[in-house]
């Protein structure tokens, strides 16, 4: 313990000597916590609508001023030819186009259906599907409303509709806040962790102290050791400092105890710390290091959850996830967050994680002894 405490006072210092490596720790997550919830928005609004109007009834204009006060559409252009209607398509300019076909009104009042024509710009796929899903629950609704209104005429005779009301458990304004900052959060503090912790090693063999500490009586795990601690401890606080962020910035309370996630977080840390240790044992230099944490952390958020739905993915997909920790942190994030799930709802990712921790670090110290 006496050796350990020693190496611990020298890796501090080092730290803290350092005015980079505290800006990368404590300014550069916070920044980035204030700017990427604001710009990862799963709503999509200002969805650009062309209506081709042939028919010019009652019934077709209520129809676009509900489209258009929903919020989510701004009607660019209004005509009574497709062709227009598809070259602003084309010009993107019009991200939707809405044909209202000619005997609209004439064919809903006598027929007691309609049909109308929906064409999609999907270059962006994402706001293509949004776009499209929100206009057809648009005129759903403004189907239903119709409805209701003929059920005072007695000359009409409706079918009978059933009303479906739907309740959002966990969040239910559907603030997608609530959903995207505890997996960003994870994110960050996995960038943190990894990404110094992979430098740590390889920088004490660019100037030269690898060699000194070989000589000396330290054991192997002594060094990890007081390689992770230090890291772990600012996790810590990097993680603290997070979720004080995400309190006032974002108005995010936590469903759940802190203590679940704190204490998840500590197990998840010297995970990912030992993953980081593990790449600068193997790495010759800090270029190495940051070249190799990039592509692990871009292949550990893209499949980790955080913006597709893991079960969403292909089969292949899935079974990769099972070996990555940052899904199993942004899973247990949102449940502790939203849900209010307590150490007994997460012991399956807990002991997976742990057992991550374990397989990770004392792959560190065996491949350290095995360069040294």
Do not use: C
């Not at 509709?161 to 806040?177: D, G």
């Not at 996830?321 to 942004?330: D, E, G, L």
């Amino acid at each position: 313990m006496r050796t350990l405490k020693f190496i611990l006072e020298k890796e501090f210092r080092q730290i803290f000597r350092d005015p980079a490596i505290l800006r990368v720790l404590f300014i550069m997550p916070l920044i980035q916590l204030m700017i990427l919830p604001r710009a990862a928005d799963y709503e999509v609004k200002n969805i650009k609508l062309s209506v081709v109007d042939r028919d010019h009834s009652d019934y077709a204009r209520k129809l676009v001023s509900k489209i258009t006060a929903s919020g989510y559409f701004q009607l660019d252009h209004y005509t009574a030819s497709y062709n227009e209607a598809i070259a602003e398509v084309e010009k993107d300019k019009a991200d939707l186009v809405l044909e209202i076909p000619a005997a609209f009104e004439k064919n809903l009042v006598k027929e007691d259906e309609a049909t109308l024509f929906m064409a999609v710009n999907a270059i962006n796929g994402v706001k293509a599907n949004l776009g499209a899903a929100y206009l057809r629950t648009i005129i759903q609704d403004f189907n239903s409303q119709v409805r209701t209104e003929w059920i005072q005429f007695p000359r009409f005779s409706p079918e009978l509709n059933i009303a479906v009301t739907s309740s959002n458990w966990f969040n239910p304004s559907m603030n997608y806040r609530l959903f995207m900052v505890p997996g960003i959060l994870v994110v960050l503090v996995t960038m943190v962790g990894a990404f110094l912790a992979s430098l740590n090693i390889v920088k004490e063999k660019e100037i030269g102290t690898i060699e000194q500490i070989n000589v000396t009586p330290i054991r192997n795990y002594h060094f990890i050791l007081g390689k992770l601690i230090p890291f772990w401890v600012l996790g810590i606080i990097v993680l603290s400092l997070g979720m004080l962020l995400a309190r006032f910035a974002y108005d995010v309370i936590p469903v759940g105890n802190l203590l679940t996630i704190y204490v998840f977080a500590a197990v998840y840390l010297l995970a990912v710390l030992g993953l980081g240790l593990l790449l600068s044992t193997y790495t010759a230099n800090q270029q190495q290091g940051m070249l190799l944490s990039f592509f692990m952390m871009m292949v550990f958020i893209l499949l980790g959850g955080l913006y597709t739905s893991i079960d969403s993915m292909p089969e292949w997909a899935q079974v990769v996830t099972r070996f990555n920790p940052v899904a199993y942190f942004v899973e247990v994030m949102r449940m502790v967050i939203l849900k209010g799930s307590s150490l007994a709802d997460i012991s399956r990712q807990l002991l997976v994680v742990g057992a991550f921790a374990v397989f990770l670090n004392g792959w560190a110290i065996l491949s350290y002894k095995k360069r040294a």
